[in-house]
């Protein structure tokens, strides 16, 4: 049974920095794409980040390029990310998400996901 569990949300002030851990079990975590999505009430899912499987290649939405990082630590089985210089636009439920064997941007093509953890930046 695949489970993503994330954790390193919490309320932070404008401009300020939070780091997103998923640790995931019950899958081969180094075959897979890993990504980040994020939802703010009244909005759909959408994509925030991806990195491939080995790392080499990453993705970013236009809004978070920049302030942003993914990364994976494979002996861990753990995907971050970092978020820096954060924005009262930026709250919202963040959820990570295996893509498959390649990055893709779609929610509706992921077979996994986790349980969310809120980040709530205040202006």
């Known amino acids: 049974q695949v489970q993503l569990v994330e954790s390193g949300g919490g309320l932070v002030q404008a401009g300020g920095s939070l780091r997103l851990s998923c640790a995931a079990s019950?899958?081969?975590?180094?075959?897979?794409?890993m990504g980040w999505f994020r939802q703010a009430p009244g909005y759909e899912r959408a994509f925030v980040a991806a990195?491939?499987?080995?790392?080499?290649?990453?993705s970013y939405a236009d809004s978070v390029k920049g302030r942003f990082t993914i990364s994976r630590d494979n002996a861990k089985n753990t995907v971050y990310l970092q978020m820096n210089m954060l924005k009262p636009e930026d709250t919202a439920v963040y959820y990570c998400?295996?893509?498959?064997?390649?990055?893709?941007?779609?929610?509706?093509?992921?077979?996994?996901w986790g349980q969310g953890t809120q980040v709530t930046v205040s202006s």
């Open positions: 019950g899958l081969t975590f180094s075959s897979y794409a």
């Open positions: 990195i491939s499987w080995n790392g080499g290649t990453t």
């Open positions: 998400a295996v893509l498959g064997p390649k990055i893709q941007y779609s929610g509706s093509r992921v077979p996994y």
